[in-house]
């Protein structure tokens, strides 16, 4: 079965602090991709990245990062120089190896982050 | 705009009655998803469909039934069988990418109150 753990249930920070989300997740596809949401108090997910299980390369893209680490099952997002538009919920979400078809999503239960002035 | 739109925002449901979720994408998306979402929770999938007049169970799929007569429409419908349906729900469509597997995306959203 297939499980995603986020531990951090609510992260308050002060405005220029970074904050890193962790996210562990569980399968025994050999084959699985790896997504972050954010969710605004709008209600919309909007998505931020995927990576999939044979790529382990970290990435950067502004002020986000991810750290992707097959040894340790994980999937960690970090954000430099917080900044009050992050307040949010950040979903970690895992799906399988695609066989011809749609697989389904399998999300944790977030993390919301608090970014105060 | 290209785009999944999901409609009513707000709907208020009395209990006994059944009520449809529209979602409609313009992305050419071959699959398309609703999740349940409860505070606090993370998101629960409801039912999905692959290809038009097809579709399978979710993890959550008593009390709600689908349709997909069309590749770019999706309701949902919230029947009486449905015991705590107070919820937000997303409807959500995807591409499938051999690289990236299947991206989701994710419209709007729709608060439903049982009164």
């Known amino acids: 079965a297939q499980k995603v753990t986020q531990a951090q249930t609510e992260i308050s920070v002060v405005e220029k602090e970074d904050v890193t989300l962790d996210c562990v997740y569980e399968?025994?596809?050999?084959?699985?991709?790896l997504f972050w949401y954010k969710q605004p108090p709008s209600g919309e997910l909007v998505f931020l990245i995927r990576r999939n299980s044979f790529d382990e390369q970290n990435e950067i893209s502004g002020r986000y990062s991810w750290n992707f680490q097959k040894s340790t099952s994980s999937f960690n997002f970090t954000i430099t120089a917080s900044q009050v538009v992050d307040s949010a919920v950040y979903f970690c979400a895992l799906s399988g190896s695609t066989q011809g078809g749609s697989e389904k999503l399998v999300f944790g239960k977030g993390t919301k982050l608090t970014v105060n002035p | 705009d290209g785009g999944i739109t999901q409609s009513p925002k707000y709907l208020f449901r009395k209990e006994g009655q059944n009520v449809t979720l529209s979602c409609e994408q313009n992305?050419?998306?071959?699959?398309m998803y609703w999740y349940r979402q409860d505070p606090g929770q993370g998101l629960r999938l409801i039912y999905y469909?692959?290809?038009?007049?097809?579709?399978q169970k979710g993890d959550i799929a008593e009390g709600y039934s689908v349709s997909r007569e069309k590749k770019e429409s999706f309701p949902l419908t919230v029947t009486s069988a449905q015991k705590n349906p107070t919820a937000f729900y997303l409807c959500?469509?995807?591409?499938?990418?051999?690289?990236?597997?299947?991206?989701?995306?994710f419209g709007e959203g729709s608060w439903l109150t049982v009164v």
């Open positions: 399968t025994r596809d050999t084959t699985y991709y």
């Open positions: 992305l050419n998306h071959d699959a």
């Open positions: 959500a469509s995807s591409v499938l990418s051999r690289v990236f597997g299947n991206t989701i995306y």
């Open positions: 469909s692959q290809i038009v007049n097809d579709f």
